[in-house]
């Protein structure tokens, strides 16, 4: 079985789709990928989504991986990633978020943008993404991995879907205009304790930079943003595990506060 054969991409794909049922960890599937054949672990994500669509969900958006440093540093990953943002993954300000439904999920604060227009041009730029965004907002990602214990590769990330689990979203919309976000500060509380800090310069050297980035990937793979779709534009700060039920605050410097509140407990392996 080599890494891009139709057997080795089915193999991936039934492990992850299997874990995401069952709510068990699964092996790495680098495996059957590789850890370097980014076009494989694509395809093996887009089988995953298929299945997911397949079910009923329907995608609303996207999400960028890997783009603070720290979180680099964490995995030993030192390149973006994207994944897809389905509807049954996202959740509203206070909204409780069922712990049940992860197997090992950590928190990280970010910048959703919200799309008034397609990006769907080769080479998108800083400006195109600042023209085409309707507004942005303050979110909370929550990531999870199929992958036992965060074993990761790169090609085990992207295949999963990019570590993805669900968004929390804050409810003011805030304009681009005369926004700086590469100056935005973060803090993530977890109830009321202050568990990490960052800024937008730690995405990419501004979040409007990655989702630019985001844009070109998604034409280059025949899957440009649409308008209405929202994007998580990455990491601000280090990620922190939950590990059962509580709630976390995610302030920025200028662009309010979102709280997710975490219900019940955990069913995996950092319970």
């Not at 089915?10 to 790495?28: F, K, N």
């Not at 990602?141 to 295949?159: F, H």
């Not at 979040?207 to 990937?217: G, Y």
């Amino acid at each position: 079985m080599t890494s891009g054969s139709t057997a080795a991409l089915d193999a991936a794909a039934e492990r992850l789709i299997a874990a995401r049922a069952s709510l068990v960890p699964a092996a790495p599937v680098r495996e059957f990928l590789g850890e370097s054949d980014l076009d494989a672990a694509y395809e093996v994500q887009r089988r995953v989504i298929a299945a997911e669509v397949a079910r009923g969900a329907r995608v609303v958006g996207a999400k960028i991986g890997l783009t603070a440093p720290v979180v680099q540093q964490q995995f030993g990953v030192f390149r973006p990633d994207f994944g897809v943002l389905l509807d049954d993954m996202m959740y509203g300000h206070t909204e409780p978020v069922p712990a049940a439904r992860f197997l090992q999920p950590r928190a990280e604060g970010e910048i959703a943008f919200v799309l008034g227009r397609d990006l769907d041009r080769p080479g998108a730029t800083v400006a195109d993404v600042l023209r085409a965004t309707d507004f942005v907002l303050p979110a909370i990602e929550i990531v999870d991995s199929r992958i036992a214990d965060w074993d990761l590769a790169i090609t085990d990330t992207v295949a999963d879907n990019a570590s993805s689990g669900a968004v929390v979203l804050g409810t003011t919309p805030y304009s681009l205009t005369g926004l700086d976000l590469s100056r935005v500060g973060m803090t993530l509380e977890r109830d009321g304790e202050q568990v990490s800090f960052g800024a937008g310069h730690a995405c990419l050297g501004s979040p409007v930079v990655a989702v630019a980035w985001l844009a070109r990937e998604l034409v280059t793979r025949e899957q440009p943003l649409r308008a209405g779709d929202t994007v998580m534009s990455g990491a601000l700060g280090p990620m922190v595990p939950i590990t059962g039920a509580g709630t976390f605050r995610l302030r920025l410097d200028g662009l309010g506060e979102v709280d997710a509140v975490i219900e019940s407990s955990l069913v995996g392996p950092e319970k």
